[in-house]
């Protein structure tokens, strides 16, 4: 950042009230001593024309910082730029009420306190109201949004929400219907986290613990591919928004079920005619 501030002759208090900082900060910042945040750095990447070299510097001494200091999912979601998330079979964390993550851990753990389940990651709940970054696109399972957890109010509750947050400027929502072929995510969840155009992690949650990180950059650009696949399986932003309208108002009612059977029954045969003689 010096380097950079230097060879364009600006000065630090000039830069401060530019990046609505201090000259503190800026100096601790120029000496290692401080991560800026992404937010000043994209500022300052600007002001000198820098083309996201700084950012993409920043980017890599951040994860590499948060991971060697051993943090899990939540302390590496607040500087992202764009968190992508794949749900095939309930709707992720950060996308729930708190009535329904309650009804789940009900489910998930009937032996235990839902105020003692503290071993997963506490991903901050998304409001309508906020705004990003981070930027948010889920892509989710239809039957993800017809199984229910909890009651039917608490049913109603999540898909209205889920349905309010696919309004807001900062999430996208897209769903695959039920039914699709070649369906390309059959092996599980996973989210992606976009730091910069070249430095990404994706992650694995896991029932119990934090869940698995993704830093190999070949099996990320993997996670990312894959994503870009799945949403191109799934209907626009626009349909999505539609079909999470209908199952909100549908939620709780009895969905129709087909019966199992083994094949096609022969016809019965009528009662008058069982124990009449064959013809001759």
């Not at 002759?9 to 401080?34: I, K």
């Not at 899990?72 to 993550?101: C, K, M």
């Not at 309004?167 to 910069?196: E, K």
């Not at 199952?247 to 083994?262: I, M, N, Q």
């Amino acid at each position: 950042m010096r380097a950079a501030r230097e060879r364009t002759g600006r000065l630090l208090d000039d830069l401060a009230e530019t990046a609505v900082s201090s000259v503190y900060v800026l100096e601790e910042v120029e000496a290692g001593r401080m991560d800026p945040g992404r937010r000043i750095v994209e500022i300052l990447d600007r002001e000198f024309e820098a083309g996201g070299v700084l950012l993409d510097a920043w980017a890599h001494a951040h994860i590499s910082d948060r991971l060697s200091s051993g943090s899990d999912i939540d302390g590496l979601w607040s500087e992202a730029f764009q968190i992508r998330a794949y749900a095939p079979l309930v709707v992720p964390e950060h996308f729930q009420t708190a009535e329904f993550t309650r009804a789940l851990d009900a489910a998930e753990r009937p032996l235990e306190p839902h105020y003692v389940v503290a071993d997963r990651p506490h991903s901050r709940r998304l409001m309508a109201t906020c705004s990003g970054p981070p930027y948010h696109c889920l892509v989710v399972d239809e039957t993800a949004l017809h199984r229910v957890v909890g009651t039917p109010e608490v049913m109603r509750a999540q898909l209205a929400h889920l349905h309010d947050l696919a309004q807001a400027r900062h999430v996208t929502v897209h769903v695959i219907p039920s039914g699709t072929r070649q369906h390309p995510g059959l092996r599980g969840a996973f989210w992606t986290l976009s730091y910069s155009p070249r430095h990404a992690l994706a992650y694995l949650p896991h029932p119990r613990g934090s869940g698995h990180l993704v830093t190999n950059a070949t099996h990320v650009k993997g996670y990312a591919d894959l994503f870009a696949t799945l949403q191109g399986a799934a209907l626009s932003a626009d349909a999505s928004l539609a079909l999470l309208a209908d199952a909100a108002a549908s939620a709780g009612e009895d969905r129709p079920r087909r019966a199992l059977t083994a094949g096609t029954a022969p016809a019965p045969v009528p009662a008058a005619g069982r124990d009449r003689e064959p013809a001759r």
